[in-house]
């Protein structure tokens, strides 16, 4: 296959889809830069004293570990200069982050969740980061946190990178998900599948089994039937994954089918699960719906969800079209 990189993806896009305007180009590009030094960092571990907690906690209540700050500040630092954007908002930043005076504002808004998977840092799995680009509402004026809350449909663009044995970064604007590996001797990203699509059945489920007990009954009759494999209702026989990082989860959906689940639960009622929309659940359906999968909250199409608050959380699930209907239906009834 002849080497594309992610500059030359990007430039033919914008010349013969005229669907990336140069600034959401060159934003693209500075995330993905970033994201190549956060695996840099990732990849020092120990000798990088880059592990273990940084002693203090999130707005999510999360005790935040040393990569978390770390990599949030490295994609800070990486777009605040660039004359891209106009605001950014993160995980693992209470409130939203104007772009500072100094340099000159774009029309475009970052959210990420610099470090996705942080139970994972210290014992070696693969983790990642998810980004989400919205266009600030026409003049905003100073930047709020209002202007940050609109439905996933307005997305522009949208992307994770996992930290694997590969370093891959996954990106949709709008027209296909393609995938990038890490060149690490040229320290370029290469094209290495194009137009990925999600098998619309699995015989794969994603979700974590301990919460059994808290779980509500539409997600205990969706996963007792999968459990009941051949003899069951379902026919066939059920395979189970959780990495416990979404991105290493929904890449693997993305490559081979599968449905990935993080409902709400009896653990906390007031709060719809553990996952955030704006900066994992968005970009995520996004991803997931470009390669002909579906997403949805267990009644409603994610990228639908009119956000309320900045850091809020969703119920998640997400991947091949048939099983994420089905699981759908059983909360309708
Ligand atoms: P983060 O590390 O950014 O806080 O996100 C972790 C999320 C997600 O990546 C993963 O699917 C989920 O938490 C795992 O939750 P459990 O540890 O409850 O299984
Ligand atoms: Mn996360
Ligand atoms: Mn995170
Ligand atoms: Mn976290």
Known sequence: MKRVSLTQYLVEEQRLHNSIPAELRLLIEVVARACKSISHAVGKGALGEVL?????ENVQGEVQKKLDVLSNEILLEANE???????????????????????????????????????????????????????????????????????????????????GPQTVLVLTTGDGV???????????????????????????????????????????RYVNELLAGKTGPRGKDFNM???????????????????????????????????????????????????GGAATNGTQRILDIQPKKLHERVAVFLGSKNEVERVTGYHQQ
Request: glycine residues 8%.
């Open 52 to 56: 273990g907690s940084a002693g203090s």
């Open 81 to 163: 200069w660039g004359g891209h954007l106009a605001a950014m908002a993160s995980e693992e930043m209470e409130t939203i982050h104007p772009i500072p005076n100094r340099y000159p504002k774009g029309e475009y808004m970052l959210l990420f969740d610099p470090l996705d998977g942080s139970s994972n840092i210290d014992v070696n799995v693969s983790i990642g980061t998810i980004f989400s680009v919205l266009k600030a509402p026409e003049g905003m004026g100073e930047p709020t946190e209002q202007a940050f809350l609109q439905p996933g449909t307005r997305q522009v663009a949208a992307g994770y990178a996992v930290y």
């Open 178 to 220: 393609n995938c990038f590996t890490l060149d690490r001797e040229m320290g370029s990203w290469v094209l290495t599948q194009r137009d990925m699509k999600i098998p619309e059945d699995t015989r794969e489920f994603a979700i974590n089994a301990s919460n059994t007990r808290h779980w509500y009954p539409p997600v205990t």
């Open 241 to 291: 994954r959780w990495i416990a990082s979404m991105v290493a989860d929904v890449h693997r959906i993305l490559n081979r089918g599968g449905i990935f689940m993080y409902p709400a639960d009896a653990r906390e009622p007031d709060k719809p699960g553990k996952l955030r929309l704006m900066y994992e659940a968005n970009p995520m359906a996004f991803l997931i719906e470009q390669a």
